[in-house]
């Protein structure tokens, strides 16, 4: 929820305030401190507005971060909306736009599970592995992006095949369903969730259900529950038409034509509903991209723009 200075008097003011008060530690746009870039709404923590304003006041204990008592709380309230504008004021830019913010979907396995080819599992047997060149870095290096330049990582869930790459993008803040990183904790199961790749220190922002990443519907993070307690899915607007990155949510479009959940569900009601709602936005015209189907990515062409 945001808070109560809304108009475009308060939010000037609260940049005034950020400007005399703030910047002189974290910069004028809000980015010099590593990891906290406050020029798009990014904190270490999912803070609500009363802690945000709590922190500014008093600071963090045994941290940089001091407090500051020449500040009323006005006045840090007016800072907390004006920083809150910042996550979603994009107005003028165009989907795509890396200047809203580069966003990256799954970063794959961890570097632990890398394999020589002449020590690969045979064909037949399911394994995690993969080899050289596949880590999440190289792979944006060799489309020209620079892995410090991801700003979000949207984390379908948090098994270990989907977060494992998360440690490489340095400046990134992950974003996951409050559900999901509940049962990641609460997890003691290694080779299902391990703390060594979702828990880096980097930044994480929970949300629970639907969330828009931008404020301008081109990018939209869905609840998919089943496979996991907290699964989500994204909706990218395209110039063609909308695009549904499924994750594990629903492994191939077999399964969804003939409407059968694997066995690797964690609720089968739930991983339904699911099914029912992506049967629906596909028959309004959404593209899915499913994350398992071998017969749908050999369609794909690696490291070019994807055009419906």
Known sequence: MRGQHETGADLFSGEQVFQNLCANCHGIDGALVPNVDLGHGVFRQPY????LVTVILKGIPNTPMPGNPTMSEEQAQLVVDYLRSRA?????????DAAKGRALFDTGLAVRYRRELSDALPANKFGLQWFEGMDIATRLKSIDVDPASINWIINSHLHIDHCGGNAHLPNATMIVQSS???AAQNCDQPLLYSPEDYDTGQPVKTVSGEHDLFGDGTV????????TPGHQSVIVKLAGGEVLLAGDCCYTERNLDVMVLPKATNDMEQGMETYRRLDALRKKGTHILFGHDGLQWKNV????????
């Not at 609500?48 to 802690?51: N, V």
């Not at 979603?88 to 795509?96: E, I, K, N, W, Y």
């Not at 993070?221 to 496979?227: A, D, M």
């Open 48 to 51: 609500t507005d009363a802690q």
């Open 88 to 96: 979603v004021d994009s107005s003028s830019a165009l989907a795509g």
């Open 180 to 182: 999901e990183y509940e």
């Open 220 to 227: 939209r993070i869905i609840p998919t529950f089943g496979h």
């Open 301 to 308: 062409t690696e490291g070019a723009p994807f055009s419906l």
